[in-house]
C-alpha cells in the first residue's frame, strides 16, 4: 500500500510541472508524404508558422513570413 502512495504521489507531482513553451525552430520528416521535410518555428509568445523555411531567425522575419503564409500561421 505504501508503495502505491508514493508511486501515485510521485505522478502528480510529475503532471503538476509546467512544460516550458516551445521557442525556436524545429525540423521533422513527414513520413506520410515520402518524408518530406516540415518545419515549425514557434515564439515565446504562443505563435507559431509551419512548413516555411525563414530566412532569418527574427521576430520581424516570422511577421513577414506570416503574412506572406497566412493560413500557416496560428497560436
Known sequence: ???VSILISLMLGAASLSAAP???LYFGLDN??????V????????RVLRNTIPA???P???DTACQQHTGYCGS
Open 39 to 46: 518545419y515549425w518555428w514557434f515564439l515565446a509568445d504562443g
Open 60 to 62: 520581424q522575419q516570422f
Open 22 to 24: 516551445l521557442n525556436g
Open 32 to 37: 506520410m508524404r515520402g518524408f518530406a521535410e
Open 56 to 58: 532569418s531567425l527574427s
Open 1 to 3: 500500500m505504501r508503495t
